[in-house]
DNA sequence: TTCTCGCTTGACTACGTATGCAAACCGTGT
DNA sequence: ACACGGTTTGCATACGTAGTCAAGCGAGAA
């Protein structure tokens, strides 16, 4: 950059400016702003007040530079349009926010390899991964990279890190023994990916609950999708029409997929819950509409969001950099509304 | 930063190592890497196998420092957690993204001056405003600052800068003239915030309707509120219960308060369009839904956001600072599902 | 052979902040 | 009057990249 520069951009201004102004040095003004003690009272006071007169910000760049720090964290998620992920981004935010961090938003879209190397541009903290497949490319190449990040919600195998989650496998054991004590023999599912942790546990959980009551999943009532509302609509009405039996419960891998299936049983002119019940998991706000009114497993996304926040922030700031990775399961519990009911 | 320092950081590759590696300068390394032409063929090779090798990143910190851009774009959004703003954020992330920008998230709480000295960090070369009122202290803040900014959806008055919105006068209109046309005369509604544009434009532009056509709209049945679900809900409420009328249709400032509007019909047990006709204004995806149907004004989000985006880069690129403030106005159309009816 | 021109390259500096170290300053006790 | 100790301040530098300017180099022309 060459001096001639000087006044292109807008002239912003500087810690220089102020030192000039009050006839300090460059030093004793940050000393002053920082709010170090070895600056005398009477200095502090008046580069607090030409600062003030100025309308100074000190610049995030210069000191990102020299701390190495950047109070910026990386948010991944699959697809920032989601409706759905408000319900984690949002608190996240606000703790991150609270503790003074701001979150940079990013979508993983197939390459991953890309994605760490932005993320390792240096102009981030740590991030939160929301959005991992077990087998996570992207969480390996952090760890590889130093880069602190925290697991929320689902899980990467074989990569040790903060993990903060709900007992997915319980909460869906939970919905399964709940369906067979109300006397569902035909049951079906339309689980979430396999790929992911949260696709392989609910699904596991749910098959222990039928199984160690003795009644049958049968395959031809499973489908596998990805959480969207579209896998739970095309799921929903494949399983009515496509396979020879009559499920009368049908478990969700998501309240986005269950909401699907909801839409899709009106469409197809089949009664919820007197013809078939529909169970969701995580219980987002939606779930509680009047016109929707889910049985769903509720998992407190606000806390684990907190949780991880801080989990991250402290693994960023601690002194001795390396860290036992933390785990913090929250308990769900189901939560009964008016799609689940007694098999007629 | 004293020399000593050294390793203490992760200790991250840069263009100087490179240098070293190769036998070249830095500034040989970066020529090379930017794509200088002024590199010769086999320098540009060696100096790219080098940084392949190392898994070399460039510091955005140091990049940003020396250029002054950061090619980090603020979001500002009144409250990140709401389920409705996805359809915009989502929609402006991906361009962003594919111009090479990533998105900070910012939530605009109170105390608008504190933000602006955030965003005035010079960690964001630019601004999107979802969230302005029409007397937007943030927005004459940044303006001041000459940090560039574009509203997106709604305005703020007398400041200048690009705009992309709907005509919200018209979209509104459209729903006033098509409820007199179905017949109705018993006509309530719930608005957003007056301190809005969205909210000005939509309630004058529905009044004006009505008027045109000698329809009264009752104080009595008139609410105010923010757009949230809960505005929806409770207005309805009371407009059900606390007025003397029984409107036969009740206008709602946007789909959120719409659907509020829908399920405390539904709580109340009165028949939605059969008994009460609800209309919305935005068209977001869960309008769609089978168990909504909602009749609303079809905004074109995604399209809109696109464009802010665009803008938005366009002036942070030009090459002289000064621009036209350009306006983008889209056109609504009215979309009909299954929550209007005829009067009966 | 020498000069010139163009192509490559290196040295150097700006950008804004934080901080280790050294120097300056002040007051107190002898 | 002087030495000593503590407080306050300034100097100098690191951080990583981009880009200006000037120098080095080699090839072709005269």
Redesign the pocket.
Known sequence: ??????RT?SS?I???DI?RMT??????V?????G?????????ERVLQAARELR????D???S????LTRRIGMVVTDVANPFYPYLVGPLHDVLDELGYRMVLFAERGEAGALADRLAG?SIDGVVLTTAMLESELARDLHARGLPFVFLNRVAEGVPGDVVTVDNALGASLVGHEVVRRGHTDVAAIFGPLETSTGRDRERGFRVALASAGVQLPEAAVRHGDYHYDTGYEGMLSIMSGTGMRPTAVFCGNDAIAIGALNAARKAGVAVPDEVSIIGFDDIPIADWELIQLTTVHTPASEMAASAGRLLVERIEARPRVLEPRIRIYEPHLVMRRTLADVS
Chains 1, 2 share one sequence.
């Not at 006839?23 to 004793?28: L, M």
């Open positions: 950059m060459p001096k001639r520069r000087a951009h912003s500087t810690s220089h030192a006839g300090v040095s460059q030093s004793t940050s000393r002053a702003l920082r170090d003690p070895h600056v005398a009272a009477a200095t502090r100074y910000v000190p610049s760049i210069g000191r530079l020299s701390t190495r240096q």
